[in-house]
T-cell receptor
Framework: EAGVVQSPRYKIIEKKQPVAFWCNPISGHNTLYWYLQNLGQGPELLIRYENEEAVDDSQLPKDRFSAERLKGVDSTLKIQPAELGDSAVYLC????????????FGPGTRLTVL | AQSVTQLGSHVSVSEGALVLLRCNYSSSVPPYLFWYVQYPNQGLQLLLKYTSAATLVKGINGFEAEFKKSETSFHLTKPSAHMSDAAEYFCAVGAQGGSEKLVFGKGTKLTVNP
């Protein structure tokens, strides 16, 4: 079974530039999560999708961050414009969507904003 | 609301020694509890989880954790450390009957000395 796929693995951009991250969840997983992981910290949830619906985006900074999950499979997270403080690892995870289900994580995208 | 405290951001043990990583949680409802491991430049991998069945949970790579409600703890142990156990470990809590949101601790970096 293929795991969660994320791309790119690494991204370096200048501040004020846009950037996008892509995630392909495990086949059959209805729930998809985007997490932010700052250096030396645990992951923090940005947004959770059930199928194509964003059911929890309370922690997503909506002035510059946006996300979509068209057709309830792949998802894209975008930042526009990026700021220096956005440098972090962006993790995608997926699960079957039942309470207590394991969340399976992708390798993450490490973003550096210069 | 849930929260997790991991005592000790860095733990160092000798190869063959006992590994003990501490996790205390706060939850207003019965919790789900997870331990994840993260190797450098990789995503998080599930070690084990507690979902209200047996209080002693066995996971992969010889790790186990015991749920102690009276102490609100879910400490991770391994009898004999191996060099390959060097990584960062995250404890996370979710709410039974609630949303699937996981709240992660800040992590404990385990170093194994030869």
């Amino acid at each position: 079974e293929a795991g969660v796929v994320q791309s790119p693995r690494y991204k370096i951009i200048e501040k004020k530039q846009p950037v996008a991250f892509w995630c392909n969840p495990i086949s059959g997983h209805n729930t998809l999560y985007w997490y932010l992981q700052n250096l030396g910290q645990g992951p923090e949830l940005l947004i959770r999708y059930e199928n194509e619906e964003a059911v929890d985006d309370s922690q997503l900074p909506k002035d510059r961050f946006s996300a979509e999950r068209l057709k309830g499979v792949d998802s894209t997270l975008k930042i526009q414009p990026a700021e220096l403080g956005d440098s972090a690892v962006y993790l995608c995870a997926s699960s079957r969507g039942e309470f207590g289900d394991t969340q399976y994580f992708g390798p993450g995208t490490r973003l550096t904003v210069l | 609301a849930q929260s997790v405290t991991q005592l000790g951001s860095h733990v160092s043990v000798s190869e063959g020694a006992l590994v003990l990583l501490r996790c205390n949680y706060s939850s207003s409802v019965p919790p789900y509890l997870f331990w994840y491991v993260q190797y450098p430049n990789q995503g998080l991998q599930l070690l084990l989880k507690y979902t209200s069945a047996a209080t002693l949970v066995k996971g992969i790579n010889g790790f186990e954790a015991e749920f102690k409600k009276s102490e609100t703890s879910f400490h991770l142990t391994k009898p004999s450390a191996h060099m390959s156990d060097a990584a960062e470990y995250f404890c996370a809590v979710g709410a039974q009957g609630g949303s699937e949101k996981l709240v992660f601790g800040k992590g404990t970096k385990l170093t194994v000395n030869p």
